[in-house]
């Protein structure tokens, strides 16, 4: 009996140790989350809009915008639309596209809007919509890979992975390489077709293994769903400027950038905590941007002449900005790079 105890006494404690630091882990992500959003938000109500000057016709070319029928992407839809452009809204649901279909045509007469149906949790799907697109022939000049889950409770996707993940970053880094060649054959005489990759500043504040996105991730308190978010952008950043590099050194016509599109007042929040959904209620009402100024941050990078040969950039508020440190070493880029091909069943090329 004495020898079990000492046996199971020394497991138990190493245990409730685990257990504690876990807590601890959970409750450091979720401040450093809102505190990064706070800080975010008073940068955002302290500085001017960007001024954007008239932005160029689209109306011969062809945009994808994942997650375009709701919140910012619907925006983003609605202004290219507005733009002349061909706009493909990817989403999971026909009601949902057709509802926004319908109210961009009332602004917008002329608009050619249509909608294929993605769902980013997964890979077949993604595969299908861009077999799908690849079909009908037309060009594509634009891929704003705008959709994301946030602050999602723990689950799995059909392909194993965890879902902000796959979500957020790996199914729109399977849509980006299956639709490369077809942007590259699109792109305009002396210009480029451009990938747009929505991140967050709360990248800043992920803490980041790359082994982890590898790994199923247990449904305790080891899990934050904070930090997987965060997580899951910087990852989209990382990805991003290996991406650029590589297109770069291939000579492709394909730019690639990310935007922070800013704290803003959509959908999202519905998964926050209920000690500070009402309190989140009335900051979003008040002090939050709208999805359509959030929209012109995306369209901005995606069309402005300005920005014809810029690749590999990160942009706030239409201007270039400053991403983390952790996001900047080009050992961890072309880490998650690898490892991102991998988990897509892709050779790292």
């Known amino acids: ?124 799907s993604v595969r299908d919509f861009a077999a799908k697109f690849l079909s009908t022939k037309w060009p594509l000049h634009i891929l704003i890979n705008n959709a994301g889950i946030m602050l999602a409770p723990f689950g799995e996707t059909e392909d194993g992975f965890e879902r902000h993940v796959q979500v957020n970053h790996l199914s729109h880094a399977l849509l980006t390489s299956l639709l490369k060649k077809k942007m590259e054959s699109s792109a305009p005489e002396g210009g480029a077709a451009r990938v747009v990759n929505v991140s967050s500043v709360v990248h800043h504040v992920a803490s980041f293994d790359p082994k982890t996105f590898e790994e199923k991730q247990p449904h305790d308190w080891s899990y934050s769903p904070h930090n997987a978010y965060a997580a899951s952008k910087l990852a989209i950043l990382l990805y991003t400027y290996a991406l650029s590099r590589r297109l770069a050194e291939d000579g492709s016509k394909v730019t690639v950038n990310a935007v922070h599109p800013g704290i803003v007042n959509t959908g999202l929040y519905h998964n926050v905590h209920w000690s500070i959904s009402c309190l989140m209620d009335i900051l979003k009402e008040l002090f939050f941007m709208s999805p359509e100024q959030a929209g012109l941050s995306v369209v901005y ?29 080009p050992s961890l880029q072309e880490d998650v790079y690898t490892k991102t091909c991998q988990m897509l069943g892709k050779k790292s090329n």
């Open 301 to 329: 990078v995606a069309t402005s002449p300005d920005l014809e040969e810029t690749s590999g950039c990160y942009f706030s508020n239409c201007q270039k900005v400053g991403s983390s440190t952790l996001s900047k070493l």
């Open 1 to 124: 009996m004495a020898v079990e105890e000492q046996t199971i006494l020394p497991q138990f404690v190493s245990s409730s140790v685990q257990v504690v630091r876990n807590i601890v882990l959970y409750v450091l992500y979720v401040i450093k989350l809102y505190v990064i959003g706070a800080i975010a938000l008073i940068c955002q109500l302290l500085e001017k809009s960007a001024p954007v000057r008239g932005l160029p016709s689209q109306s011969s070319r062809t945009a994808i915008v994942t997650g375009g029928a709701c919140g910012i992407g619907f925006h983003i839809s609605k202004q290219l639309a507005s733009l002349g452009a061909t706009v493909v809204i990817a989403c999971r649901h026909k009601a949902e596209a057709d509802d926004a279909i319908a109210k961009i045509k009332e602004d917008c007469h002329n608009a050619n809007v249509v909608f294929m149906q993605l769902d980013l949790a997964s890979f077949k």
